[in-house]
């Protein structure tokens, strides 16, 4: 079928397959129509973050027509510029009237469906990516595969040996990972506060490792000398990068488009999921406008159906429609979330004598801490960019701990949203891995904690990686198969149970490599 035809189905959905084209929601959205619409498709994925990525991918190379709805904005073909963090704009931001970053929040916006949005519980604030790539837009591109004792501890069950040889490896290949080279770090102004980072964490006897990342470095090497527009060098990332990123626009997604099977539909956010009595799926949907206005309802029926709206957004689906709709949930969703040990911290009066951390920085963090094997405080830190344009001699640091206590996401019935069983009891050991670290630093090198950033210094609830919440194994199969259902599959970062010691990326690309490829094996999308 010619994919530029677009069908459109009866308000009385005829069954089959309908692939679907927008030009009719277009000249609706144009004419700013309300309108009702009802299709029948075979395989909808929702969230087009890592693991909708990599399920659209293999499905569609596997001859599956798909349809991938996705809440946030397509931003290349919107054709609209990515703003860097010394000037919010229109992608700084979903639908907020003030930058959301974790400090400096004195930009006033226009609202907008901007590629950042963050998540505001009691005691923990929760940052993701909204777009057509998901996390990947926002994201500091940091392409951490875990330490192999940890991943077994994490995944007794999983074969890690597959895992390492196979999966990981294909994962940094898809991804375009690849290094820094040595001697561009240590000539680069840009990488002042990485190798300023580093010597201090010797002198304090820590050890380092270098990091991989998503960013292409030679891009970068070129941006330095001018030759091309500049991205990492130009202060963007949290907001999207204009160049250089492998955001998964331009690797699995873009892999996926070229087979001609996949259908995107930006600005359609799903509402509820209901399953019907032959075990297929009615999925209420909203297509916004920039400004989050609706402009059209519409219900898409699916056969099958792929939960990848990460870790919070796939949690609010399936409690959401539960409370609504009675969609059958397995006792153990919501449970063993975690913030994967996310735990902001900072240095002032960092080396100010000599040039502090450095006045100009990239964007793209290079630089780690491995305080993992240490059994007192195992930890590990980025040592991450706090590029503000002018040296303010302070250094910044996420780190990712062990989560001890793991917390609870569920559902409030009288506010029809997400509450989250999590305080302060929860990052005890976090902050004192903190203090730990701080303390070291600052024996050894000077320094002070940095006191006017997040509380005191202290961020327990700055998070960057929410994971858990639907546990492999726990609540799905051995594959990602919701339990008490026959066609609903996860597919993201809510398989891992709330923590995996580094950044989870990768992680969560190869578990959803490792699940969809046995899902087709299995025939699972036979439709
Ligand atoms: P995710 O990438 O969040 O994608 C989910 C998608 O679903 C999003 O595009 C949503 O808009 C969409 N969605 C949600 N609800 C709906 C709905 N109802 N209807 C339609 N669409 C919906 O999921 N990790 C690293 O490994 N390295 C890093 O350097 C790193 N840096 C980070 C920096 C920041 C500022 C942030 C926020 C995160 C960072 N992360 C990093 C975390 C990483 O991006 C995150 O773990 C993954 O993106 C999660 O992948 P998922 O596939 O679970």
Redesign the pocket.
Known sequence: MDRKEFIRTSALAISGFYFLHSELFRAAERKNLQIKENFDVPIVI???????AVSALRLCEAGKKVIL????LNWEKAGIPFSNLLKPGKSSAWLKKKSIAPFMNIFPLTPFTGT?DRLDFESINI?????V????L???????TPKENYFKEVFPNLDAEKFYNYYFPLVHKELKVNIISEQFLKDCPYYKFTRVGEKEAHKAGFKTIRVPNVYDFRYMEKEFRNEVPRSALNTEV?YGNNYGKNSLDKTYLKKALDTGNLEILDL????TIRMNTDKSYTLQVQQTDTAGTTIAHKIFNCKKLVL????M?TL??LLHSNAIHDLPLHKHIGKNWGNNGNFMTGRNWVKPLSGGTGARQSTI?VGGIDNWDDAEHPFFTEIAPLPMGMDVATALYLLINRVDKKGEVYYDPTNQSLKLNWDKSNTVKMRENARYFIRKMNQANGGTRSHFLFHNGFGADIC??PLGGCVLGESTDEYGKLKGHENLYIL???LIPGTIGV????T?TAIAEYCIENLIRKNEFSV
Do not use: C, K
Not at 133 to 136: D, K, Y
Not at 268 to 271: A, F, I, L, Q, Y
């Open positions: 929702i969230g087009s973050g890592y693991g909708g709805l996705e809440m946030g950042l940052w993701v990516g909204r777009g790539g998901g996390g990947s926002v994201n500091g591109g940091m392409a951490v949290i359609h956010r799903v509402d990848s709206a990460g870790t957004g609010q689906l963090p960057y990686h993201d970062g809510s950044n989870p990326f990768v969560i």
